[in-house]
Structure formats: C-alpha cells, structure tokens
C-alpha cells in the first residue's frame, strides 16, 4: 500500500519471497500438465515450432483411415480374383471330363460348365467394397490421397474378371448336334414358316447356294440337279412339299444359310434356320464329319478332341490373366500397405518431435518445487528477521 512504509531489508525479502511463489506456480502448473511450453507466452518460437510439427502430423494422421479403407477395397477385389480361379480350375475339370464322357454323361457336364460359368459374373458382382467394385469391368478406379498434397495419391484402375470378351472370354458350352457317321446320303428336312398351296403342273424354281440350273421330271417326284447336286421334290398330298437332298461331293452348312424355294414367282416358302432339323451324313463309314464353334458358344461334347482342347487354352488363358490382374492388384495391396506404415511413423516423429519442444522434464521440475520451497521457507524466515529488526524501535516506548 502506497500509504505503508516498508524499510529496504523488509521490501527486499519481500520481493523475493513474491518471486519465489511465482516460480513455485509455474513449477506446479508444469507438473500438473507435463508441458514446459504451454502457450506462446511461455516461450513464442518453441511454441509455433512445436504448432506446426502437430498440425502436419494431425494432416497425414487423417489420411490413414483413408488408406486403410483402400486396403480393405483392393483386398476384396484380390479375394474375389482368387475366388473366380478357383471357379475356373473347376471348370477346366468339367472340360477334361468331356474327354471321356458318356453321351449321358454330357449334357450334365454341360450343364454345370454352364452354370459355374454364370458363378463368375454373380460373384464378380457381389464383390463390392463400400459402393465401388473393382474387379466386374464398370471401369471404376480407387483413389487414395496420402497427404494434402494433390499430387500424394495413388489410383488403382479396376480390372475385368467377368466371362465376357474384355474379361476372360470363357464362352459358353454347347453339346454338338446329332451326328450319324455311318450314313450313305446327306438329307435334309425342312420345316417351312409357311405353307404354300402346290398344285401338280405349277412351275417351281429353287434357288441354293446360287446354283439355278436344275430340270424337273413330270412326275409326282421332282428331281432337280444343279452344280453336281441333286435335289428330289415330293408332292406327298395336295398343299404338301417335301424335300430330299443328296450331294455328290462335299459340302459345308454354314450358320445361317438359307435355302429359299420359289412356287409360281413367290418366295413364301423360305427355309427356317431355326425351324429346321438337319441330319448329317457321309457316303462313307470312314468320312469324317467336324462341327466348328461358333462366337460366343464352345463344342463340349465327347470325342471332340479339338473343340475340348480349345475350350482347355481358352481356360489356361483365363487363369493366367486372372493371376496377372491379382499380382496387379497385390503389388497395390503392398504399396498402401507400406504407405500405411510410413504414415504411421511419420506422425509418431512429427508428434515427437513437437513434445520435445514443449515438454517438460517432470524429473528436473520435481527437483526444482522442492528447492523452491526451500527457498520460499527461507524467504519468509527472512521477512521475519527483517521485521524483528523493526520491532525493536517499540522497545523504546516501554
């Protein structure tokens, strides 16, 4: 107080004594809360130091829930690669199976060939991770932010394992027609989309494989020839045209040919491929007759040897694309992996880093509350002597 008067030896021991409770605070509040530099007051540059090693180390702290997730989504694409080879390998085991089949046993290997095959397409579906899938061929793509930097990311482009043509091209399996080697002629029956009315005597123009030289007899049986083939029309009742045919050499039936036959200038009676029944044979028992694939369908049938070694490469080559694409996305599962890692120690250093800044040694701020006290004990004592010397004026007055 401005109005009390304190001798010097008093004002000294009592300035000591103030600063010597200041210091026991700062000492308490450090133990109480471990940190030498709690505020910018404490000491500015150690304390923007330490701000901006925790504030990077909160910025890649954040990405590592990212990057596991991305881990998580380039494992189920993996498992799901694994998941269709194993499909595969079973189906090149119903493909060799085919090779030693029963004509009964066939169509039941067909059937699951089939059916394993559609396995694919529902799994690769199935195989989504968080809305996004890598692996059914959508052209989907992961994108993983290591740090703020825009540039930090790593993007994993989706691979297509699905049976189609851009994925594994595993056709379908199909059993062959119905094949009688022993045969002496080749016939064919129609089945016509629509009937026309035939009369005895009507003029009849049949038009195959751009062959138009024919002659007609003028019986109930037609017989026309063209290019070295013969071709017999029987009217077998009124409104009723059958067909057979026999071919003198060989001939090849391609998918889709049409036989298109003309009764007085209209072509109503055109050939089905669909509708019709076409029975194949040979003028000989040693010919050999072959079926050839077609797009998107593989001959599965017994003793079709080049067809079923077909359908084994076609396989072979599934499996070695679908080991490329799982070695693809495993060296990604690695790379965010190590990624993981890295961000994992680097925040740890970071936060370290920091702490070294502005942490305080517990063991040395012990040591110095208990020499503060000390001091404090002393500085009171010595307030007190100065104040004896003070009370010896009232002596006087006694």
Excluded: C, W
């Amino acid at each position: 107080m401005s109005d009390v008067t304190l001798s010097a030896a008093v004002r000294d021991s009592l300035l000591s004594l103030q600063n010597t409770t200041g210091l026991i605070e700062r000492t308490q509040g450090r133990l109480s809360t471990g940190l030498e530099v709690a505020s910018a007051i404490d000491d500015p540059v150690k304390f923007f130091q330490a701000k901006s090693l925790t504030d990077r180390a909160s910025d890649f702290d954040s990405k590592k829930d990212d990057i596991d997730q991305g881990i998580s989504t380039v494992t189920a694409a993996m498992d799901a690669t694994e998941a269709v080879e194993d499909i595969v390998n079973q189906l090149k085991g119903l493909a060799l199976s085919a090779k030693s089949a029963t004509s009964t046993q066939i169509g039941d290997l067909v059937s699951q060939f089939n059916d394993l095959r559609t396995q694919i397409s529902n799994l690769t579906t199935d195989a989504e991770y968080q809305g996004l899938n890598l692996v059914n061929g959508t052209g989907s793509t992961l994108t993983v932010q290591f740090s703020n930097e825009t540039s930090s990311t790593l993007t994993v482009n989706s691979v297509d394992i699905t049976t189609e043509r851009n994925g594994l091209n595993i056709e379908k399996a199909q059993t062959a027609l119905a094949i009688t080697t022993n045969a002496t002629s080749l016939n064919f029956s129609y089945a016509f989309q629509t009937e026309s009315s035939i009369s005895v005597g009507d003029k009849i123009t049949l038009t195959y494989a751009g062959e138009t030289n024919y002659t007609l007899t003028s019986s109930s049986d037609y017989t026309v020839s063209f290019g070295g083939k013969t071709l017999t029309l029987t009217m077998a009742s009124a409104g009723t045209l059958e067909t057979t045919a026999s071919f003198q050499g060989g001939h090849v039936l391609s998918a889709g040919g049409a036989v298109t036959l003309t009764v007085n200038g209209t072509a109503s009676a055109t050939e089905s491929t669909l509708a019709n029944t076409v029975k194949i044979g040979a003028d000989s028992d040693a010919a050999a007759i072959s079926l050839t694939d077609t797009a998107g369908v593989r001959i599965l049938d017994k003793e079709l040897t080049t067809q079923i070694n077909a359908m084994l490469t076609d396989l072979d080559s599934a499996l070695t694309t679908l080991r490329s694409k799982a070695q693809n996305l495993g060296s990604n599962v690695a790379l965010l992996q190590t990624r993981l890692e890295f961000t994992e120690e680097y925040v740890n250093t970071l936060q370290s880093g920091g702490d070294k800044l502005t942490l305080a040694d517990l063991n040395e701020e012990g040591a110095n509350l208990l020499a503060l006290q000390t001091r404090q004990q002393l500085g009171i004592q010595a307030l007190s002597f100065a104040g004896q010397a003070e009370q010896g004026i009232l002596g006087l007055f006694r």
